[in-house]
DNA sequence: TAAGTCACGC
DNA sequence: GACGTACGTGACTTAT
């Protein structure tokens, strides 16, 4: 077997890590993200490339031999933050636990040392990967030595051989130093020949293969100003190459052969790991097995066959356990009660059948602690069990304080909280097929920490909640919302099995017809579902203009597609297949799968608990999108219909609520007149950003305005916007600037909501919703600039969520006023959607836009528009 | 089983 | 000058 040396780039890889990654610390306050990038890097070279040898070179002191020649050598870069320097020594440890080898050599770069091992090790003939960040490497690529560079984070790598080199600049391994010597290195401060980029260098190498070539043709260099500036700088030249030229003849002791890759110190590496905290990495290395699941001494937990009155306090908190996903047909395998008088651990059949607990649960004055009031209460009710007096629920109050918190499980909340600890329901029952209920041993223990967990857990987050003054949006709104969401779900919504069928059917035609002729057109049969093998069609057999790559390959993706739509027929073919075969599979086919046995309707979960911005979402199925932007689409709310005869579909959305919750929030003068007079906004914003009259506006820049609402509401970048508009970013930046000047009060808004961010480390809704944003302090651009956008989105995105989530809470008690018989079904972010008895609908209609539009005042009027048919189709 | 790509909604 | 860009869920393919 040949041998394999994997040369790694010490100083570059942890430079990427530290800018790629937020900066983290352990619980002492020590800076680790580039040890965390660095190790998650070495994690994934040792099992990927499977090295016999290995070693990290690191660069030693200040100077170097290439000082020598130009004492100006890396004199523009930056001093080393403090923060990654403090992690290096950290690294070495690492490595040694790891026992790979490293080494750095006075007066030398990290490169060279690579440089100069690759080669002997070539020179044996070994196979020798080198991976860095520092493109310089390439000049090494040979016939068995690769290079690979960090893309984007530092587990992505694009990696060299000669072919790549020569695909992707055209050049030999050797012409990166010309390549260098003409261009120059900002970030090594590298002069070159001024004037010179990339572009020309290429083109001037393509011709003349050196920087000694071109030096020898210079008559044949076009362009005078650029023969002169050639000319002027020949020495520089000379000088840049040669400082980008990497030494493969290092005076070094070590050789390839002395550095086999040793066994790891399997103590010394956890023992760093727990020290980094790097919890993650403990399992992923394994060995640690047992140490994962906590050391806990036994709780004792009662096994009550017969259950007496006075278990059950004025307080309890209770566990119902059950281990499918979907609680809609989820099996209860068991409970538990704790409360001061112990802690109690609940059969299946006591709780289905025992009328001491039934009693109990269902007692609204008998106040519960929960994890998941709505799973409780929903999963309960399928047995019909009702269940009342959730009063606290612990992973919505871990939720609201910090949504994005890494988990809202109850092991991780309970670590997190200092709370009594408890398995991860992964270790006690594990996951996938080999999931199963433990025996009572087991299983009673664990529910009865869950449940006694909860007491602690209640205690602390509730105070912590009193703290952030979001106690009221926990007990007022979020918790009785729950309820409504649960007897929502339980309830389902109706659909047409036949419709379904119908609109299934016609497009199953059409897709086998458009899959025969696309078949036709790129004259041979493939797989229009893969993109690999859409690639390869579009854009090796028919030499199709490669637009975008991903990277596994071409990119097919709509927008790529429609720019190619003019230059082969196949194209619209394509596109309108992708569509179709989307509404089939996963509408057709995804939502005829949904169908509950029992009731014949569909049951969706909302999750109250997973949006950073305060929305809910929608799983098995996802009835927040069900298609309406196309014609062929929106066919398919024609199936959702009423479940009782004489029935109505009554939808109710707002207008606009985002917008008019920004002229709220931003008290913008001219936003709050344009809705006081109930304008249509994207004409305003068109005739502020356009300066013309409103008879003047165009659609065209109706369009364009409102996709800049459309950006402002949703926090896009200008990038963001140019891409929704087809425009570059600097005219969509020009589009931002001039939006900004026409509302002068959002601008200043969105000042205020970055300096806010900035000094709490978070932004609220008018409700108090949080939302934290780590990176508003971030070295990284990119980090930090999504964090600002978020920090101006969040308050505008969440307070409308907090809107229409009162003003469910609102509904729910007006329609039970009412007396109307009529049932709130769904609700999809900015609309609610109900049933309601034919003969009620106006009256229904009528109370709806009263109670969404008076739910909350803001200084603009909110404003709901309702309509109604016989199918979801119709209600618009 | 996980990751990548694509497409639907607000 | 590069970076990689609103929030979600689900289907499908491909590699492991």
Do not use: C
């Given at each position: 077997m040949t041998n394999k040396l994997v040369l790694v780039d010490g100083n570059s890889i942890a430079y990427r890590a530290f800018f790629a990654l937020p900066l983290l610390n352990n619980d002492k306050g020590v800076y680790t993200n580039a040890v965390y990038g660095f190790t998650t890097m070495l994690l994934k070279v040792l099992e990927d490339e499977k090295p016999t040898h290995m070693l990290v070179a690191f660069d030693a002191g200040?100077?170097?031999?290439?000082h020598d020649t130009?004492?100006?050598?890396?004199?523009t870069r930056q001093k080393t933050p403090p923060e990654l320097s403090e992690q290096l020594p950290l690294m070495r440890d690492l490595l040694q636990a790891f026992n790979i080898a490293f080494e750095e050599v006075e007066n030398y770069e990290a490169d060279d040392i690579i440089g100069t091992l690759a080669k002997r090790a070539a020179a044996d003939g070994w196979d020798t990967k080198i991976f860095t960040?520092?493109?310089?490497?390439?000049?090494?690529?040979d016939k068995n030595i690769l290079v690979s560079l960090t893309r984007k984070g530092i587990t992505n790598v694009d990696t060299y051989d000669l072919a790549a080199l020569n695909e992707k600049?055209?050049?030999?391994?050797?012409q990166i130093i010309d390549l260098k010597g003409l261009m120059g290195d900002s970030s090594d401060n590298?002069?070159?020949?001024?004037?010179?980029?990339e572009k020309t260098a290429l083109k001037l190498l393509a011709a003349h293969e050196t920087v000694e070539g071109v030096y020898e043709n210079i008559?044949?260099?076009?362009?005078k100003k650029m023969k002169e500036k050639l000319i002027e700088n020949e020495d520089q030249a000379y000088m840049s190459k040669k400082l980008a030229t990497i030494l493969t003849?290092?005076?070094?002791?070590?050789?390839?052969?002395?550095?086999p890759l040793g066994e790891r110190n399997m103590e010394q590496l956890t023992e760093l790991f727990k020290e980094l905290g790097f919890q993650s990495l403990l399992t992923r290395i394994g060995g640690e097995e047992a140490e994962e699941t906590i050391e806990m001494e036994d709780l004792e937990v009662e096994k009550v066959t017969e259950l007496t009155?006075?278990?059950?306090?004025e307080e309890s908190a209770l566990v119902i356990e059950s281990?499918?996903?979907?609680?809609?047909?989820?099996?209860?395998?068991g409970g538990a009660v704790a409360n001061d008088k112990g802690v109690f651990y609940l059969t299946p059949e006591l709780i289905k059948e025992n009328s001491t607990f039934k009693e109990w649960a269902k007692d609204?004055?008998?106040?519960k602690i929960v994890f998941n009031a709505k799973r409780a209460v929903v999963s309960l009710g399928w047995q019909d069990i009702p269940l009342a007096?959730?009063?606290?629920?612990v992973q919505m109050a871990s939720y609201l304080l910090?949504?994005?918190?890494?988990s809202h499980d109850m092991a991780d909340i309970a670590i997190r909280k200092n709370g009594m600890q408890v398995q991860a329901d992964e270790a006690v029952?594990?996951?996938?097929?080999?999931?199963q209920v433990p025996g009572e041993e087991v299983l009673s223990q664990h529910l009865g920490r869950k449940a006694a967990a909860l007491l602690d857990l209640k205690k602390e987050l509730e105070k912590e909640l009193e703290e952030n003054k979001q106690l009221e949006l926990l007990t007022e709104l979020e918790m009785p919302l729950s309820l409504i969401l649960g007897r929502m779900e339980k309830h389902g919504v109706a659909v047409d099995k036949e419709e379904l069928r119908k609109l299934g059917d016609s497009l199953t035609e059409r897709l086998n017809e458009m899959e025969a002729k696309i078949h036709d057109l790129a004259g041979t049969s493939f797989n229009i579902n893969s993109p690999k093998q859409l690639g390869e069609i579009l854009?090796?057999?028919?030499q199709l203009p490669v637009i975008k790559k991903t990277k596994t390959g071409y990119s097919t993706s709509a927008d790529v597609l429609e720019k190619l739509a003019?230059?082969?027929?196949?194209i619209q073919e394509i596109l309108l297949y992708r569509q179709l075969g989307k509404l089939n599979s996963t509408y057709i086919e995804g939502l005829l799968k949904a169908?509950?046995?029992?009731?014949g309707k569909i049951h969706t979960m909302f999750n109250?608990?997973?949006t950073q911005t305060g929305r809910l979402s929608s799983t098995?199925?996802?009835?927040?999108?069900?298609?309406?932007?196309?014609e062929e689409g929106r066919k398919?709310?024609?199936?959702?219909?009423?479940?009782?005869?004489?029935c109505l579909i009554l939808a109710a959305d707002y207008s606009q609520i985002e917008l008019r919750v920004l002229a709220h929030i931003s008290q913008d003068k001219t936003l709050i007149e344009a809705f006081r007079h109930d304008m249509d906004i994207h004409t305003k914003t068109a005739m502020d950003v356009f300066e013309v009259e409103k008879e003047e506006v165009t659609s065209e820049m109706r369009r364009t305005a409102k996709a800049v609402n459309f950006g402002i509401v949703y926090g896009i970048s200008d990038y963001g916007l140019s891409q929704s508009l087809g425009i570059n970013r600097k005219q969509a930046q020009r589009f931002i600037d001039k939006y900004l000047e026409s509302y002068p009060g959002v601008r200043d808004y969105m000042q205020n909501s970055i300096d806010e961010a900035r000094e709490n480390g978070y932004v609220t809704t008018m409700m108090q919703r949080r939302r934290y944003l780590p990176?508003?302090?971030?070295?990284?651009f990119n980090l930090r600039s999504a964090a600002e956008r978020t920090a101006m989105n969040t308050p505008i995105q969440g307070t409308a969520a907090d809107i229409i989530k009162k003003a469910m809470v609102d509904m729910d008690e007006a329609l039970e006023k009412s007396g109307i018989d009529a049932k709130m079904l769904l609700q999809v972010h900015d609309e609610l959607i109900f049933e309601v008895q034919e003969s009620q609908v106006e009256e229904l209609s009528k109370l709806v836009i009263k109670v969404m539009e008076q739910t909350l005042e803001l200084d603009v009027p909110l404003k709901v528009d309702a309509d109604y048919g016989k199918t979801w189709y119709d209600a618009k």
């Open positions: 200040k100077t170097t031999f290439r130009y004492k100006e050598y890396k004199g960040g520092d493109k310089d490497l390439l000049q090494l690529v600049y055209g050049l030999k391994p050797a590298i002069p070159g020949v001024p004037g010179v980029g008559e044949a260099v076009s362009g003849e290092v005076p070094l002791k070590t050789k390839p052969e002395d550095l009155s006075g278990m059950f306090t281990l499918e996903d979907n609680y809609h047909h989820a099996e209860i395998i609204p004055d008998k106040k007096g959730a009063a606290f629920d910090d949504p994005g918190a890494s029952y594990g996951k996938g097929k080999k999931q854009f090796d057999k028919l003019d230059q082969h027929e196949i169908i509950n046995d029992k009731t109250q608990a997973l098995e199925p996802n009835l927040q999108n069900i298609p309406i932007r196309l398919i709310r024609h199936a959702f219909v009423p479940s009782k005869d004489n990176d508003m302090t971030s070295r990284n």
